[in-house]
C-alpha cells in the first residue's frame, strides 16, 4: 500500500503534454513550486519524430532518449507510479501501488496505447522476419535492419485504421526505404506498396497533392481502404481486408514496415473522465474537461479532433496553462483557445520534406514565408537538426 499524497495540482503523463505544460506553468506563476506532482512510470522519455529516421539508419536511436528525471522541471515532484482509477468527484486518484492522490486540479496527458496485441502473429514476428516498426523504441532498430538489408522483392508499409500519433510516420519510412533501394541498387527487383486503411494519401488536399506526386514519381503502389489484420512471419504473408468489400486476402512480403493499431490507454479507457471511446473527454477549444471543470487534458488521451502530434501540443499546452490560471485566481478574462493546429513533417526521402501544418478546418496554418506543400530540403533539415533542439531546449524547459 503506498502513502497516500496530495498536491494542488496533479498532472498524469510526462510525456511532451504533461512536461510542457508544468514547465510552463512554474515559469508563469513561481509560486505554485512544490505545489505541483507529476505522476508518471517511465524511466525515460523519448522525443519521437526522430525515430522515422532512426529506422532510416540518418539518426543514432541513443539521442531520442533522455533519463525522465533530468527532465522533471525544477519545483516539480514526481511520482513514478502508473495510475489505475480516477474518483473526479472526489478529486481523487489511485495508483496501480495503491497510492491514493488526493488534487485540488488535474491534467491528464497520459498519451497513446500502441495496441499490438490487435494483429494476430506480430508480437512474435516483430524484429524478424523482415517485420519491423519504428513506433517503438525497442523495436526502431530492427526498421534498418531490414531495410539495409533488403536484397529485392515485395516491401509493404501499414497504416491502420485507428487514430495514431503521427499520421504521416507510416508513409514517411516508406519514401525512405525506397530512396535507399534506389540507390543501392535493388529497387528494380522490388516492388513497394502502401496499405493503408484510409480512403487517401493525405488528409488535407494541399499537401495530398503533392504525397500523390511523390508516391507517383516513386512508382509506390498504393491499396486504399485496406487494412492488416493478421501476420505470419514465419512463412512472410500478411493478411489484410477491404473495409469496404470486407474481403480479406493474403499478401506476400520480403519486408513489412508495421504500424500498430492504436487506442485510448487502458487505464483512462473505463474511467469517468472518458467519453465512450475512451479518450478524456474536453472542450476543443478550451481543452476543459466538459463534466469536471477542475480537470484538463491535453495531447494524445484527448478526444480533441486534430491530428495526435507533438506540434499540436506545443499550441495546446499554453492553452491549458493560461486557462488554469484563470480559474485557479477566479479571472474573469476571455478564455484561451485552441484552433486545432498540428503540424505533420512529411519526410519525401533523405533530404526533401513537405511541412504540413494546418487546422481543425484542415485548413493550411503556415509558419514560414514559402510554400510549404513543396519538398525542401531546407524543411527535412529544420526536422532533424532545429525541431529537437527545440523540443529538448524549448518546449520541455516551458520556454514555447
Not at 131 to 146: K, L, R
Request: charged share 20%; glycine share 8%; aromatic share 10%.
Amino acid at each position: 500500500m503506498g502513502m497516500n499524497q496530495s498536491a494542488k495540482i496533479v498532472v498524469v503523463g510526462a510525456g511532451s503534454g504533461g512536461i510542457t505544460a508544468v514547465a510552463q506553468l512554474l515559469r508563469k506563476r513561481p509560486a505554485l513550486k512544490g505545489h505541483v506532482l507529476l505522476i508518471d512510470p517511465a524511466e525515460q522519455h523519448y522525443y519521437q519524430p526522430l525515430w522515422t529516421l532512426v529506422g532510416a539508419g540518418d539518426v543514432k536511436k541513443e539521442s531520442t532518449a533522455r533519463p525522465m528525471a533530468s527532465l522533471i522541471p525544477e519545483g516539480a515532484s514526481w511520482l513514478q507510479e502508473s495510475v489505475t482509477t480516477f474518483i473526479p468527484k472526489e478529486n481523487h486518484l489511485v495508483t496501480e501501488e495503491g497510492t491514493a492522490v488526493q488534487y485540488e486540479y488535474l491534467i491528464i496527458a497520459g498519451g497513446i496505447q500502441l495496441n499490438w496485441e490487435a494483429i494476430p502473429g506480430l508480437r512474435e514476428t516483430i524484429g524478424k522476419n523482415g517485420v519491423c516498426s519504428n513506433y517503438s523504441f525497442d523495436t526502431v532498430a530492427s526498421t534498418w535492419e531490414a531495410i539495409s538489408n533488403f536484397k529485392g522483392g515485395e516491401a509493404l508499409f501499414t497504416m491502420p485504421s485507428t487514430p495514431i500519433k503521427c499520421g504521416g510516420a507510416p508513409q514517411k519510412i516508406m519514401y525512405l526505404a525506397e530512396e535507399y533501394f534506389e540507390e543501392h541498387g535493388v529497387r528494380r527487383q522490388s516492388s513497394v506498396h502502401f496499405m493503408t486503411a484510409l480512403p487517401n494519401m493525405f488528409a488535407v488536399p494541399r499537401y495530398e497533392k503533392t504525397l500523390n506526386e511523390v508516391v507517383r514519381r516513386k512508382n509506390i503502389q498504393t491499396h486504399f481502404k485496406t487494412e492488416l489484420i493478421e501476420i505470419d512471419g514465419p512463412k512472410q504473408v500478411a493478411t489484410f481486408e477491404n473495409l469496404d468489400t470486407k474481403e480479406r486476402f493474403i499478401h506476400h512480403f520480403d519486408l513489412i514496415h508495421v504500424t500498430p493499431p492504436m487506442g485510448p490507454m487502458d487505464f483512462l479507457k473505463n474511467s469517468p473522465i472518458t467519453d465512450d471511446t475512451g479518450w478524456v473527454d474536453v472542450n476543443a477549444k478550451t481543452l476543459q474537461h466538459d463534466r469536471f471543470p477542475n480537470v484538463f487534458a491535453l495531447g494524445d488521451c484527448s478526444n480533441l479532433p486534430t491530428s495526435k502530434t507533438g506540434a499540436a501540443i506545443r499550441k495546446q499546452a499554453p492553452v491549458v496553462v493560461e486557462n488554469l490560471i484563470r480559474l485557479m485566481e477566479h479571472q474573469k478574462s476571455a478564455e484561451a483557445e485552441y484552433d486545432g493546429y498540428t503540424s505533420c513533417p512529411l519526410v519525401t526521402g533523405y533530404g526533401s520534406l513537405v511541412m504540413a501544418e494546418f487546422d481543425y478546418d484542415k485548413q493550411p496554418a503556415e509558419s514560414f514565408p514559402i510554400d510549404q506543400s513543396e519538398e525542401r530540403l531546407s524543411m527535412f533539415l529544420v526536422k532533424k537538426h532545429f525541431l529537437p533542439i527545440l523540443y529538448w531546449d524549448g518546449m520541455l524547459k516551458g520556454l514555447m
